[in-house]
């Protein structure tokens, strides 16, 4: 007989994750099922040789006002480290990536990596998640934290009607640039955190003074109409764009010193933020009510939103 499951988790991003720490808090018996390899989802860590990157994710605002439950799950000051601090606000990196920042609530007992979840089937008030290999796995509650436009794509493919203001919700993308350097110039070594840069570059974060990467790396994220225009074109055509356009960068802000780019990768995020956020912090569907829509779309465009979301769902 196959296991019966209180609730699958959809996704091992903070909010999947947030999610299951509540689960577990309350003796639930549930499962998170996990597309890609590790956990964490755009809190996102890529080590390349002598060099460390995050490339999804750069800082946690910790925001005493802000509606995300850390304290009752971690204390993000004792694992992060305040890197720069803005309107009074600190912002936390953390040095063993951001990734481990979705470690610290992971327990890997509970989740299914490399299973992604293709449909849903509704069966007498319970659900049947069927994943890639065919597998399928029985549930009461299914709660889908995938970006929204994915989830969207899950629920069309199992025929579930959802409102359709939800397809009103766009998500941003973003292409990525990852720059190993060599720089003796004061005002880039000094560099922290740079957002809207240019028309161009949206942000860029120096991994060495997050203390994330060894040696001294650069995240260039560019700007969402940028990512959109050039998101299909050939990734070594994007990439040598990219590395143009932070030559200038690094050109424009240099004093009396030099820098060069030694190595350089991309990243493509499809879907990076949303661009609006749902009314309610997450949205139940299905004839009872068990399939949840939940993540950054509906509790706000951030780590803390997606907690925040995580929180908010009735278990
Ligand atoms: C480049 C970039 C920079 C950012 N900078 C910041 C920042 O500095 N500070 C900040 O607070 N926020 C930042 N954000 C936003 C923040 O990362 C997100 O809002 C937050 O991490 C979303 O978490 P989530 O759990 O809702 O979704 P996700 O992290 O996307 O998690 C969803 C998970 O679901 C999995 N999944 C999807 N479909 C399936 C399926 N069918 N089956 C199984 N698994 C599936 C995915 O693999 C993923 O792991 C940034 C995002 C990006 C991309």
Known sequence: MTQMYDAIIVGAGISGLGLACRLREKNKNFLILEKSAGVGGRLATRRDQDCTFDHGAQFLKSDPQNR???????????????????????????????????????????????????????QNNLCVLEIESGQKYTTRKVYLTAPLPQSLDLLKDSKIAYPQELENIPYASALVGLFRLDSNEKNILDLNYLQNVSPEIFTISNQLSKEVSRNLAFTVVMQPTWSEKYFSEEDSSTLLKISYLFQNFLSQKGGQGTSSILNSQLKKWRYSHPLKIFEDPFKALGSAENIILMGDAFGGASINGALHSAWSVVL
Request: charged share 20%; hydrophobic share 40%; glycine share 6%.
């Open 68 to 122: 995300a439950p850390w304290h009752e799950l971690i204390n993000p000051n004792e694992l992060g480290k305040s890197w720069f601090s803005e309107d009074g606000v600190q912002q936390l990196a953390f040095p063993n990536g951001m990734t481990s920042l979705a470690k610290s609530l992971a327990n890997l007992n509970e989740i299914r990596l490399k299973e992604k979840v293709i449909t849903i089937t509704e």
